[in-house]
C-alpha cells in the first residue's frame, strides 16, 4: 500500500528528508499560516499520517472526515490539547507528541521571564533606547530600575513533572526555597529540596509561582482571581505551559490594580495575543509569543522524535511516544 503523509508546516531541520523518506506520497503545507479546518481536510484525505502542531485543531470532525485511512497523528510539541484524543482513540488513530526534547528549553525561558520581570529587563531596554536614560539627567541613581533579588525568596512551582523539574534544578542555582504542588507527589522534585504543599498554600506563600501543568478540564483557569488575590503584593507570575491556566482577565487586574508586582507570559488564552488586549499596555509584563520551544537544537530534536515515532508506525510498530492506546 501507498504510505501517504501530510505535514502541516515546513520543519526545515535535517530529520525532516528522514521523515519524507519514510512515505511513497508527501504534502507539505507551504505557507507560514496554519491550514484551516478545510484545507487540512482536503489536503490530508487518504493519509495515513499527519504531522500537526499545537495550532492545528484536530477535533474529532476533521478526524471522522480523515477516517478510515489516517492511523497516526504525529505532533510537533509536548502539548496535545489541540488534539481530539479521545475521538482519535475511538477511530484506532495514534496520537503521539515530543516530551522531553524540548524540557531544557522551557525551562530555561522561563527563568529567562523570571529574571526580566524580577530585573526589569525589557523596561530598562526600552528606557536606554527611547532616550529616557539620557534625559532623565543621570547615570546612576539609587532608585533607577529597582527590581528585587532572587536569593532566599521562594519558588512556587504548579506541576511536578519534567519542566517543573528543570526548572526547580536550575532554582538551586540562585539559593531559591523551592515549594510545589502537583496532582501527585514527584519524589524526583523532593530529591531536589523542593516542598510538596497544597495549591492555595503555594500561592500565598510564592514569590515567584511558575506553572507548568498540562491543558485539562482541572487545569482550566487554575490561576483565578482568589488565586491571585492569596498572593504576596510582591509576587510575580510565570506562564509557559498554556494560555488557559490562566484567566488574563483577572490577571490583567491583579496586575493593573496591584494585587500582584508582574508577569511573565509565553502563551495566551487565543494566540496570537491581540496586540489591543489591555495587558500589552502595562509595563510590569512581559510577553513573549509562545517560544518555549524555539531553540535552533531543541526544535531539530522535536524533528527527530516525530521522525522515530513514524519510522516506528511505518514498521507496523508501537510508536515510542505514544499518549494514546
Ligand atoms: C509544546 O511543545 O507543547 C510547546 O508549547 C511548544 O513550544
Redesign the pocket.
Known sequence: MELRLFVTREIPFPAFESIKGLFQKVDVWPEYRPPTKEELISRAKGAQALVTM?EDKVTCDVIEALSPELRIIA??????DNIDLECATKHGVYVT??PDV?TD??ADLTWALILAVARRIVESDAYVRSGGWKSSGTAWHPTMMLGFDLVGKTLGIVGGGRIGQAVARRAKGFDMRIIYNSRRRHPEMEALGATYVDLDELFRESDIVTLHVPLTPETQNLVNESRLRLMKRTAIVVN???GKVVDIDALYRALKEGWIAGAGLD?YPTEPLDPSHPITKLSNVVLTP?????TRETRAK?AELVYRNLEAFSRGERPPTLVNE
Open positions: 499545537l505532533q510537533y510539541a509536548v502539548g496535545f507528541n515530543t524540548l528549553a522551557t509557559t505551559a498554556r502563551v509562545h517560544i518555549g520551544s524555539a522535536m
